[in-house]
């Protein structure tokens, strides 16, 4: 957690469906912090709630089926997870903004791409159409969307996979938001493009100062991009540390599986996966008794099969695991 003054605060932040089967929590007493201008990481395979999270921020939990019903998420100091629609309507856009993975689903085909990536300033600011589509047209520059001019008057589909990811970054950024959320933003794009946007997400923070929460499966984005990471599973925070830390010194077996994946280059510079994580992320509706980690866990022990709580590993650094329980509650767990 920062010992600074964040940007956000989120503490104990609980989400639920409700289904045939009852009520899933898909976010269990998720707490982390943002600090000012900086990139945090949100890690984890499919299913590990990092979506999930950035909806809840957000206010975008599909209703009446899912809700946030407990915990906070303080957002420069103001307590955003309370607000109605219309409160987040106001906020959304101006204060946070997210990226999503493929910009197609979030662009309307049949509308021009200035009217949409403006439309944050017609609501927020009040701007009329020729100081909207000004606007549009500089942010496309700082965006570096070459040949601005006749891209304004495009629609989605005549812009390439890596223009429309760069059209909603300058959507998410046009009304100089305090917070990003860019959720996998470059998984659909070719490695260059990739390299490019992430290139150009650094800048934009380096030159306009917004805090970033970047979402990924990838730990070598993680490791490029972020100055801290938070590794969820299952709905729940299982490790969080500076970036430094968390490669060097990987304290949940998850994280060190993830690492172990991480593609590497051999000797005769052919990319080889390592070995991946056994199993797959459980489903929430039925979950292991204790750590949720625990069928998948080459370390799992008897202690595991109760829920391990976060316990300090180093300065910044928690880690979800009974391998890092102090040496009382590790006493008490041998005598009962
Ligand atoms: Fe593995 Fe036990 Fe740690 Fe869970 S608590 S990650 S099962 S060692």
């Not at 932040?13 to 007493?29: A, C, K, N, P, W």
């Not at 439309?119 to 570096?144: C, D, Q, T």
Request: hydrophobic share 40%; proline share 7%.
């Amino acid at each position: 957690m920062a010992d600074y003054d964040p940007i956000l605060s989120v503490r104990n932040l609980r989400t639920e469906f409700s289904g045939g089967r009852g009520d899933v929590r898909v976010l269990d007493d998720v707490s982390f912090d943002v600090g000012r201008g900086k990139i945090i990481g949100l890690v984890g395979e499919s299913g590990s709630g990092k979506s999930m999270t950035a909806l809840s921020l957000m206010g975008l939990v599909p209703k009446p089926q899912g809700r946030v019903n407990a915990g906070s998420i303080l957002l420069d100091g103001t307590e955003i997870s309370k607000l109605d629609a219309a409160g987040m309507r106001r906020i959304r856009g101006r204060d946070i903004a997210m990226v999503f993975q493929e910009p197609m689903t979030s662009l309307n085909p049949v509308r021009r791409v200035w009217e949409q990536v403006g439309e944050p300033l017609a609501i927020h600011k009040g701007l009329g159409r020729s100081a909207i589509r000004k606007r549009v047209l500089e942010m496309f520059e700082m965006v570096g969307i070459p040949e601005p001019q006749t891209r304004l008057d495009a629609y989605p589909h005549q812009l390439s996979g890596g223009l429309r990811q760069r059209a909603m970054i300058a959507m998410g950024l046009i009304c100089e938001p305090k917070l990003l959320i860019a959720d996998e933003p470059t998984t659909a794009l070719d490695v260059t493009t990739q390299a490019q946007i992430l290139r150009l997400m650094r800048d934009l923070r380096d030159r306009v100062g917004t805090s970033i929460i970047l979402i990924t499966h990838d730990l070598g984005i993680i490791a490029e991009m972020c100055d801290e990471v938070n590794v969820m599973y299952a709905g729940q925070m299982v490790e969080q540390a500076n970036v430094f830390d968390l490669f060097e010194n990987p304290s949940h077996p998850y994280t060190r599986g993830l690492l172990a994946s991480i593609p590497r280059a051999t000797e005769a510079r052919v990319a080889r996966r390592m070995p991946s994580i056994p199993g797959m992320v459980p489903n929430l509706a039925k979950l292991p008794p204790g750590c949720r980690f625990a069928p998948r866990c080459r370390d799992a022990m008897p202690t595991c099969q109760r829920p391990p709580d976060l316990e300090t590993v180093g300065t910044g650094h928690v880690a979800r695991c009974w391998l890092h329980a102090g040496q009382t509650a590790l006493q008490s767990e041998a005598t009962r």
